[in-house]
């Protein structure tokens, strides 16, 4: 049984910034990529960040490009993601998801509030 679990949310202002952590424990033999979505109130859930886990490559959405870094630790089985020069758009419940041996998982997600 895997399980994804979020760490790090919280409120900050505009200009700010959070970093977010996704733990995965359980049967992990075959990751191949860790990914964070966020969904807004009202909005679908998006895509923000993706890192495959067996040579570290990434993918942003053009919307975070240059203010998030995603970023893994593969000994810990830990994925983060440095989020700054945060913006007020960026309030959402961020979700870290991953495919492992052909089965989706979803973390319960974490609320990032940006708020003057």
């Known amino acids: 049984q895997v399980q994804l679990v979020e760490s790090g949310g919280g409120s900050v202002q505009p200009g700010g910034s959070l970093r977010l952590s996704c733990a995965a424990s359980?049967?992990?033999?075959?990751?191949?990529?860790m990914n964070w979505f966020r969904q807004a109130p009202g909005q679908e859930r998006k895509l923000v960040a993706r890192?495959?886990?067996?040579?570290?490559?990434?993918y942003y959405a053009d919307s975070v490009k240059g203010r998030f870094t995603v970023s893994r630790d593969n000994a810990k089985n830990t994925v983060s993601l440095q989020m700054n020069s945060l913006k007020p758009e960026d309030t959402s419940v961020y979700y870290c998801?991953?495919?492992?041996?052909?089965?989706?998982?979803w973390g319960k997600g974490t609320l990032v509030t940006v708020s003057s």
């Open positions: 998801y991953a495919v492992i041996g052909g089965s989706q998982y």
């Open positions: 359980g049967s992990l033999s075959s990751i191949y990529a």
């Open positions: 890192i495959r886990w067996s040579d570290g490559n990434t």
